[in-house]
């Protein structure tokens, strides 16, 4: 499915390794011309979160000296203050009037109210939140999430379509803290029981635990196979973490298991690289070639039909937005800092035949309403 996310040039780059720039896109001068202000992106390095960060390059490449650019550690849970002293460092340019965290991870809010001491005027979009929403919903001003709840029923309901039999769930105790994620696995087990599917709870490794990154692969190259072995082909396997997308999706295939979405959904995510697809510089942010290039992959390997993700390059989507609404704020153009009508209105247009569904979020405990922590939900590209 066809999508028109300026950032998307980055897509390609990132399975390559280098950013790449639309050949239509403004140069930097044209970009920030006329601004006199900056927009400072935090997100995670290339390890922990690829696509984000090269959604950040792009938008530099295209909006030069405005977009100033920060890093969280990878160890961001043990190093949180390192990320609040990142966030401080950006906003002690007087010039940066607004700060996009992609992904909010752990001390995002802390940092948010260290800024807010001495620059209580700084807008704080947060996407991809790693805290509860009772606490980063009163902190930044805009939060920006997949509406993971809504997974829980759309993941098991397109497994189901998909001949799943079994939904194996992959997790570690870190993410079963957050409760976004917490109440997802919840509902995957409600709504397997629902549709007559085994549900599979699965422990792996913690990325950001002693054995890394690699570690927590080897984990996922080693155990999809013990878990087909016990529970057949027609099992579906689903992890919460970004890094193991790629192992994931490689050992399904390989091992002719079913695979609905990844963690972060988005025909960009972990499928190039999980499968070698390699994007000519004519085809750089061609998301038509990329769809393609994934179904002929699949369909080469026995998955056709068992595969499938969202249209949208969700993560990227949130830095791309989340400039362009920062930057509607900042030129008058929204009803102050949360404007859920323009939100939609720019988020809409980075799609061109796909259409994503914007909601509150609602506490299902409390039932209040955080009329600021907007939940996206897209419908799948099936491959």
């Not at 979160?49 to 938008?59: I, L, P, Q, S, V």
């Not at 969280?72 to 849970?77: A, G, K, L, Q, V």
């Not at 379509?161 to 803290?177: D, E, I, N, W």
């Not at 995510?269 to 994007?279: D, Q, S, T, V």
Request: charged share 25%; aromatic share 8%.
């Amino acid at each position: 499915m066809k999508k028109k996310l300026l950032a998307i040039c980055l897509s390609a780059a990132m399975i390559v390794g280098i950013a790449g720039c639309a050949p239509k896109a403004p140069t930097s001068e044209e970009g920030s011309k006329g601004k006199d202000y900056k927009i400072g992106i935090i997100t995670g390095t290339v390890s922990q979160g690829e696509e984000e960060y090269r959604a950040a390059e792009n938008m530099k490449k295209q909006y030069g000296d405005m977009i100033v650019l920060q890093t969280y550690p990878d160890s961001f849970m043990k190093e949180q203050e390192t990320t609040i002293a990142n966030t401080l460092a950006l906003a002690a340019d007087p010039d940066v009037k607004a700060i996009i965290f992609v992904q909010a991870v752990p001390g995002a809010s802390a940092a948010i109210d260290k800024v807010r001491e001495t620059n209580p005027d700084m807008l704080f979009i947060a996407g991809v939140p790693g805290e509860d929403p009772a606490m980063i919903g009163g902190k930044a001003d805009v939060i920006l999430q997949a509406d993971e709840l809504g997974m829980g029923v759309s993941v098991i309901e397109q497994a189901k379509k998909q001949g799943a039999k079994t939904f194996v769930h992959y997790t570690f105790p870190r993410h079963m803290s957050y409760e976004m994620l917490a109440k997802r696995r919840d509902l995957f087990k409600e709504t397997c029981e629902k549709e007559g599917i085994k549900f599979v709870d699965a422990t792996a490794p913690d990325p950001t635990g002693d054995a890394g990154v690699p570690g927590a692969q080897q984990f996922i190259l080693e155990d999809v196979p013990r878990k087909v072995a016990e529970y057949g082909k027609d099992t579906a396997f689903f992890s919460t973490n970004c890094s193991m997308q790629e192992p994931l999706i490689k050992m399904v295939l390989k091992e002719g298991a079913i695979f609905p979405q990844q963690c972060c959904p988005s025909p960009y995510h972990a499928y190039p690289g999980a499968l070698g697809i390699e994007i000519p510089d004519d085809k750089k942010g061609d998301v038509a070639y990329i769809v393609d290039q994934i179904g002929e992959k699949i369909k080469a390997g026995g998955g056709e039909g068992r595969f499938s993700t969202w249209p949208v390059p969700i993560n990227m989507m949130f830095v791309e937005g989340g400039v362009k609404y920062a930057m509607a704020f900042l030129d008058g153009e929204t009803d102050g800092k949360n404007d859920k009508a323009k939100l939609t209105e720019i988020l809409n247009s980075l799609l061109d035949d796909a259409e994503i569904k914007i909601t509150p979020y609602i506490d299902a405990g409390s039932g209040k309403t955080y009329d600021n922590y907007y939940l996206i939900l897209s419908d799948y590209i099936n491959f």
